[in-house]
């Protein structure tokens, strides 16, 4: 990654990310697309940082309204910008199938996300829809000044006083989420550190988390680039493409092999 300043904007270049397959992919639910002179524009949100960003071409970037330590401290780390995903792509790329996928979207990259704020989403994402898991989580936002609430602030919450989320079933899981948290019975960040599988059963010990959510925190909000989220788009491709299994010299790097696959195999079913 190389930038420089210029007056309240910094200026990136980096080759590997694309705003629209990143920002808009199903991994995290905050950031909004809106209208600019740029190629694209995005408003979003880490936790409670917010940022205005813009892709002016092919690897350049506009972070609007920021400093260079928040970029340092806040944005290289959530854009993963301290990865090689050149390098990994060329490895991805030994395989036929994930070549292709590499090549119809070079521009993913992992979102380092809180990892409370990551598990919340995917409780809501269950049988559920983008637009419709934006829409839940705005409305939680909302409520809190347009920040995401911590588990202390939701700590009074229960399923009637959650209705306003039109949330369905998954209040209860929400509630349940908290509950655990607040009381020490789940520590996130001890759980981010556990050999994999003692953290997927530790996570599962949420109700409402099952092994396709317990997945999806581990990656996109604890990091673990090992754990693999499988949905129906993923079932798709294994049964497909890797009936024998999943290629074992990926497997350390499999989270993220997947976000390339899910793009590609949900695009081509269009």
Not at 5 to 12: A, C, F, P
Not at 22 to 38: E, N, P
Not at 241 to 255: N, R, V
Request: overall charge negative; charged content about 30%; proline content about 3%.
């Amino acid at each position: 990654m190389d930038y420089k300043i210029s007056g309240n904007d910094i200026i990136v270049h980096e080759a590997d990310l694309d705003l629209d397959e990143t920002l808009d992919c199903g991994q995290a639910f905050r950031w909004k697309k809106v209208s600019s002179d740029y190629e694209c524009t995005y408003t979003g949100s880490f936790f409670n940082d917010r940022l205005t960003v813009s892709q002016t071409g092919r690897g350049d970037f506009i972070f609007h309204d920021t400093t260079e330590e928040e970029l340092l401290k806040k944005w290289v780390d959530y854009f993963d910008f301290n990865t090689d995903y050149t390098e990994l792509k060329k490895m991805f790329s030994e395989d036929e199938t994930l070549s292709k996928a590499c090549e119809y979207a070079g521009g993913i990259r992992l979102l380092r996300q809180n990892s409370w704020e990551c598990l919340i989403s995917f409780i809501i994402s269950q049988n559920n829809n983008i637009p419709r898991i934006k829409g839940i989580i705005d409305r939680l936002c909302e409520k809190y000044n347009e920040d995401f609430p911590s588990p202390e602030q939701l700590s009074g919450e229960d399923p009637d006083s959650l209705s306003y989320l039109r949330s369905g079933f998954r209040a209860k899981y929400i509630c349940d989420a908290v509950s655990k948290v607040n009381s020490g019975d789940i520590d996130l960040k001890a759980v981010s550190a556990m050999p994999i599988d003692e953290a997927r059963a530790a996570l599962k010990r949420i109700k409402g988390v099952g092994p396709k959510v317990a997945e999806c925190v581990l990656l996109f909000g604890m990091y673990r680039i090992e754990a693999f989220p499988v949905d129906v788009w993923i079932k798709r491709v294994l049964a497909e493409y890797y009936p024998g299994g999943f290629p074992e010299y990926i497997s350390g790097y499999a989270g993220i092999a997947q976000q390339y696959l899910f793009h590609y195999i949900r695009n081509l079913s269009e």
